[in-house]
């Protein structure tokens, strides 16, 4: 199985701040990275997939990058909305495996 | 609108089994690629299981193979989760999602229902 290591596991910002997230597979993946954003008691949103393509809708303050077993979540301008945790999850091969999270908070 | 309605959870003793239900709305269901996933509590996020739009090809996570069963009746726009044997550790909050994928899993989930809660206690 291929293994997701993101860090760090959290992260403190205030609003206005830019934030990165990074997060490793285990193996070589090519683009077949994404990721999601979990609010409390709500269900994850996806917000990035193929690593840098952002989901219809998602604000153009969210950035994705890299490739292969490394790659970045960015999240510039911090907006209070953004305070959640956000997962990464390799989509190139069964079984799919997530990240063990990323909690951005205040 | 896409919608995902999840139902089915509830509380069991181990070695009990129960069968979760996914009512989906707002899309094409007959070409879609359906997955379950699950999230203990306080804890990330699993993947479950996967089944194509025919139903012709699932998959599961090794940690169910042989407990659990994903299936879909496609004349009624319903996902199901058939889970056999339960134990402690499947204690988690079980989300449908819809794959961005058209027919075969791709991997990208882009719509979520809003999860059922299963107990596995005694």
């Known amino acids: 199985d291929i293994q997701m290591t993101q860090s760090p596991s959290s992260v403190s910002a205030s609003v206005g701040d830019t934030v990165t997230i990074t997060c490793r597979a285990s193996?070589?993946?090519?683009?077949?990275l994404v990721w999601y954003q979990q609010k409390p008691v709500k269900a994850p949103k996806l917000l990035i997939y193929?690593?840098?393509t952002l989901q219809t809708g998602v604000p153009s303050r969210f950035s994705g990058g890299g490739s292969g077993t490394e790659f970045t979540l960015t999240i510039s301008s911090l907006q209070p909305e953004d305070f959640a945790t956000y997962y990464c999850?390799?989509?190139?091969?069964?079984?799919?495996?997530f990240g063990q999270g990323t909690k951005v908070e205040i | 609108e896409v919608h995902l309605l999840e139902s089915g959870g509830g509380l069991v003793q181990p070695g009990g089994s129960l069968r979760l239900s996914c009512e989906a709305s707002?899309?094409?269901?007959?070409?879609?690629?359906m997955i379950w996933v699950r999230q203990a509590p306080g804890k990330g996020l699993e993947w479950v299981s996967a089944?194509?739009?025919?139903?012709?090809?699932?998959y599961s996570a090794d940690s169910v193979r042989g407990r659990f069963t994903i299936s879909r009746d496609n004349s009624k726009n319903t996902l199901y989760l058939q889970m056999n044997n339960l134990r402690a550790e499947d204690t988690a909050v079980y989300y449908c999602?819809?794959?961005?994928?058209?027919?075969?899993?791709?991997?990208?989930?882009?719509?979520w229902g809003q999860g059922t809660l299963v107990t596995v206690s005694s």
């Open positions: 193996q070589d993946i090519s683009k077949w």
């Open positions: 089944i194509s739009h025919s139903g012709g090809s699932t």
């Open positions: 999850q390799q989509a190139n091969s069964f079984p799919y495996t």
């Open positions: 707002g899309f094409t269901f007959i070409t879609s690629a």
């Open positions: 999602a819809k794959d961005l994928r058209q027919y075969d899993s791709g991997g990208i989930f882009d719509s």
């Open positions: 193929t690593s840098s």
